[in-house]
């Protein structure tokens, strides 16, 4: 079975912090990919890399960064938390030119 | 204009109601098609994908129509377990880049005794 891990259920953060959201996975996917959701806007694609180093940006990059330094782990950063960053951020992954993507359970973080 | 477009619901059917969901995508040259279920507060899950032709698993049934550009779920028999939001998927055609998602605000089934 694939196993997407996400570091934290539940994070609360000060607006103006950095904040690092990690995820790791255990079956050598080659892509990895950041969302958040929020309701009425259904998932939005923050940003996504296909292979290790590699980045491109999603629909909604601003105020986000990613790194990817191995090939099982994929970060999110908010560089400067505000409050309309306060949202579920899912991390997803999938095999290279397959497209069903297997879903962490989800970081929900709120910025005060 | 939302790329795909969903009810959302919520849909309040009996136990052992057939119930159907709609979706419809503006980019005509979207390649693949997929439904995704959430349950509460969980992560998304593929339920399965949509084929040309028509696919059935078990009690689901999902079809596509290429020229009106909409996706359908079709769920016979309804079972209690199988409330939760059913989310629909596109994969964009060629140059809407590598192999984004796009995911529809999902439709909302409420199953009750």
């Known amino acids: 079975d694939v196993k997407v891990t996400q570091s934290s259920r539940y994070l609360v953060k000060r607006t103006g912090e950095k904040v690092f959201l990690e995820c790791v996975q255990d079956m050598d996917h080659e892509n990895m990919f950041w969302y958040r959701q929020d309701p009425g806007l259904g998932l939005r694609l923050i940003y996504f890399s296909y292979d290790v180093k590699m980045k491109e940006k999603g629909d909604i990059p601003e105020g986000y960064s990613v790194s990817r330094e191995k090939k099982e782990r994929f970060s999110l950063i908010l560089e400067s938390a505000s409050t309309n960053q306060t949202s579920m951020y899912l991390c997803a992954s999938s095999l290279a030119r397959v497209y069903e993507q297997y879903f962490g359970p989800g970081t929900r973080l709120t910025v005060t | 204009r939302k790329e795909v477009e969903q009810d959302p619901g919520p849909f309040n059917v009996p136990e052992g109601a057939t119930v159907a969901f709609n979706c419809t995508y503006s980019?005509?040259?979207?390649?693949?098609f997929f439904w995704y279920r959430q349950d509460c507060r969980k992560e998304p899950k593929l339920l399965m994908s949509v084929y040309s032709s028509g696919n059935e698993d078990g009690r689901f049934t999902a079809q596509l129509n290429r020229a009106s550009q909409y996706i359908s779920l079709l769920i016979r028999d309804s079972k209690l377990s199988d409330s939760a939001t059913y989310l629909c998927v596109v994969r964009g055609g060629v140059n809407t880049g590598f192999q984004k998602l796009v995911f529809g605000t999902g439709t909302r089934l409420l199953v009750s005794p």
């Open positions: 980019n005509s040259a979207s390649q693949s």
